[in-house]
């Protein structure tokens, strides 16, 4: 069955950078545009980015613009999340996910729309 893997999370202080990955297996990667969400302690999940199935669109939520790059490898089946300058307030279980598209520019900001999701993995900033 369809697989999401994340690895790459920890704990780390504010200013520090981690790099996230996700790796899918089971499924025609290039047909699917790939998203991470993450859910704060005591809130609800929410969009962090995505990227097409080509990578070549991407799309940030406001608060990691600038500091968070998305990237994706087609070759190697895996999506990463660059997380640069962090902030105490991006402590989270991130979750990478994966929706099925037609379009080769498409992104989605959605989490309902996605098909496909990763057992999440922590990412604790510390001030």
């Known amino acids: 069955q369809v697989q999401l893997v994340e690895s790459g999370g920890g704990l780390v202080q504010a200013g520090d950078s981690l790099r996230l990955s996700c790796a899918a297996s089971e499924l025609t990667f290039t047909t699917y545009s790939m998203g991470w969400f993450r859910q704060p302690p005591g809130k609800e999940r929410e969009f962090v980015a995505a990227?097409?199935?080509?990578?070549?669109?991407?799309h940030y939520t406001d608060s990691v613009k600038g500091r968070f790059t998305i990237s994706r490898d087609n070759a190697k089946n895996t999506v990463y999340l660059q997380m640069n300058s962090l902030k105490p307030e991006d402590t989270a279980v991130y979750y990478c996910a994966a929706t099925r598209v037609f379009g080769r520019s498409t992104v989605r900001t959605t989490r309902e729309m996605y098909d496909y999701w990763g057992q999440g993995t922590q990412v604790t900033v510390s001030s």
């Open positions: 990227i097409s199935r080509d990578g070549g669109s991407t």
